[in-house]
T-cell receptor, first 112, second 113 residues
C-alpha cells in the first residue's frame, strides 16, 4: 500500500529560526495536505496543495507540491512558541476519493 | 460557522463492552470520514461515507466495528466487544464533494481497561 515517510521525526529550535520538514511517497498523490495537531485535539488544516509544482503560503507557512507528485515540503519562517505541536503531511492518491494517507508526524519544539 | 463535532470526547470502558461514538460534520459537507490514531502515529483511515452510502472501508475495520450514517448527516461508529488494542483516538472528518480538503473534529479518546 501507499506509504508516506515524513522527516525529521522531531526538531528542537530557537524562537525566530526557520523550520523545514518534508514528506516523500513511494506512490503518486493527487493532493497534499499539511496539518498541525496539538495534544488531545484533532488535526487542524494548515495548507492544501492540488497541483504538481504548486507553491502556496499561509502567513509564515509555505508548502510545495513536488513536481514528481511523490513529495511535499513545509517551511515555517521566524518560528514562535505557539508553533509548538505535531505537524503531519497527508496525501490523497488516485485510487481512492476518500482516504488520506498520513505521515508519521514531525514534533516541533520551540525554545523562547 | 461550526466545525466538526464529536461526542464523547473521552470514553473509558472495560474490555468486552460495546461503545458508540457520534460525529456531526460541518453542515454543508456531504462526505464524512473516520480515522483512528494511536500514540506517536499519524491518523489511519477506517471508512468514509458520501451522503448515507458507505463507499470505502479499510481492512483495519474488523467485524467488531460498524459505522452508519443513516440520514446522510451525523454518523456513529460502534465497537463491539472492545479489546485493549482498540484504545486510540477516533477522529472524524468531513468534506464537500469535489473539494479535497478534509476538516477534522476534536476526536474521541477511547481507553479500554
Amino acid at each position: 500500500g501507499q506509504q508516506l515517510n515524513q522527516s525529521p521525526q522531531s526538531m528542537f529550535i530557537q524562537e525566530g529560526e526557520d523550520v523545514s520538514m518534508n514528506c516523500t511517497s513511494s506512490s503518486i498523490f493527487n493532493t497534499w495536505l499539511w496539518y498541525k495537531q496539538d495534544p488531545g485535539e484533532g488535526p487542524v488544516l494548515l495548507i492544501a496543495l492540488y497541483k504538481a509544482g504548486e507553491l502556496t503560503s499561509n502567513g509564515r507557512l509555505t508548502a510545495q507540491f513536488g513536481i514528481t507528485r511523490k513529495d511535499s515540503f513545509l517551511n515555517i519562517s521566524a518560528s514562535i512558541p505557539s508553533d509548538v505541536g505535531i505537524y503531519f503531511c497527508a496525501g490523497r492518491g488516485g485510487t481512492s476519493y476518500g482516504k488520506l494517507t498520513f505521515g508519521q508526524g514531525t514534533i516541533l519544539t520551540v525554545h523562547p | 460557522d461550526t466545525g466538526v463535532s464529536q461526542d464523547p470526547r473521552h470514553k473509558i470502558t472495560k474490555r468486552g463492552q460495546n461503545v458508540t461514538f457520534r460525529c456531526d460534520p460541518i453542515s454543508e459537507h456531504n462526505r464524512l470520514y473516520w480515522y483512528r490514531q494511536t500514540l506517536g502515529q499519524g491518523p489511519e483511515f477506517l471508512t468514509y461515507f458520501q451522503n448515507e452510502a458507505q463507499l470505502e472501508k479499510s481492512r483495519l475495520l474488523s467485524d467488531r466495528f460498524s459505522a452508519e450514517r443513516p440520514k446522510g448527516s451525523f454518523s456513529t461508529l460502534e465497537i463491539q466487544r472492545t479489546e485493549q488494542g482498540d484504545s486510540a483516538m477516533y477522529l472524524c472528518a468531513s468534506s464537500w464533494t469535489g473539494e479535497e480538503t478534509q476538516y477534522f473534529g476534536p476526536g474521541t479518546r477511547l481507553l479500554v481497561l
